[in-house]
């Protein structure tokens, strides 16, 4: 499999999992349906903007996306709402939330580490 067919594979099945449709993803990233067909069957490579703007639209790292082994059970998918009724907007919303909460993850596991090796 090439990187395109595993980052294809991996858009795809958070996608799936957390919902949304190809259509929603699109408007959300202001592209054609048909674009982020081709990203999924891994026939044309992502632009690295759009990468990033999904991997925090998914609450993952753009660097998850690159996993052959993609482990979604470890992937916090949790959603409270019912993803056919959102609208790009909402989308926007979602990723720039998951963006601060995956920054202050980060953050937490930086100063604790700091703190262990003090």
């Known amino acids: ?10 858009l795809q099945a958070l996608r799936k999992k957390l919902g949304f449709t190809q259509d929603q993803v699109a408007e959300y990233l202001a592209i054609i349906r048909e674009e982020i067909s081709y990203f999924e069957n891994g026939n044309r490579s992502i632009p690295s903007h759009l990468m990033s703007k999904l991997a925090y639209l998914y609450g993952v790292d753009a660097y998850d996306l690159y996993e052959e082994n993609l482990n ?47």
């Not at 067919?5 to 991996?10: E, F, L, S, W």
């Not at 916090?76 to 963006?99: C, G, H, M, T, Y």
């Not at 953050?107 to 703190?115: A, G, H, R, V």
């Open 1 to 10: 499999m090439n990187q395109n067919q595993i980052i294809g594979k991996n």
């Open 72 to 118: 979604l059970a470890n992937v916090n998918l949790a959603l409270a709402f019912r993803a056919e009724s959102l609208k790009p907007a909402d989308l926007v919303q979602i990723a720039q939330f998951k963006k601060i909460v995956m920054n202050y993850l980060r953050m937490k596991t930086l100063i604790t580490n700091e703190s262990v090796s003090s």
